[in-house]
């Protein structure tokens, strides 16, 4: 079992970035792919972007192509959502997720554990 805490959110001006973590406990981080997810007010929880056990496969929903990056560190325990050129739309409470899919996927039922979330707030 994990433990999912994230950290990192904010009110920002829209052009703006902001850096998520997602901290997980237990020794068997690298076991899991990892997801980030967002629900904004209103609207169902969307996928935002995925990446594989040891990090070297990434998968992002079309909107934040080009603009977020996910990373992780295993050896930290510790997953990461690069947040660059915000717009107002980014608005929402960002969520992290584990998943034991051995690659990227966007499904939120594949994802077992998931964090408190994280409010994000991108101002026009």
């Known amino acids: 079992q994990v433990q999912l805490v994230e950290s990192g959110g904010g009110l920002v001006q829209a052009g703006g970035s902001l850096r998520l973590s997602c901290a997980a406990s237990g020794r068997t981080f690298s076991s899991y792919a990892m997801g980030w997810f967002r629900q904004a007010p209103g609207k169902e929880r969307e996928f935002v972007a995925t990446?594989?056990?040891?990090?070297?496969?990434?998968y992002y929903t079309d909107s934040v192509k080009g603009r977020f990056t996910i990373s992780r560190d295993n050896a930290k325990n510790t997953v990461y959502l690069q947040m660059n050129s915000l717009k107002p739309e980014d608005t929402a409470v960002y969520y992290c997720?584990?998943?034991?899919?051995?690659?990227?996927?966007?499904?939120?039922?594949?994802?077992?554990?998931w964090g408190q979330g994280t409010q994000v707030t991108v101002s026009s």
């Open positions: 990446i594989t056990r040891g990090g070297l496969g990434t």
């Open positions: 997720a584990a998943s034991m899919s051995v690659g990227v996927t966007k499904d939120a039922s594949d994802y077992a554990y």
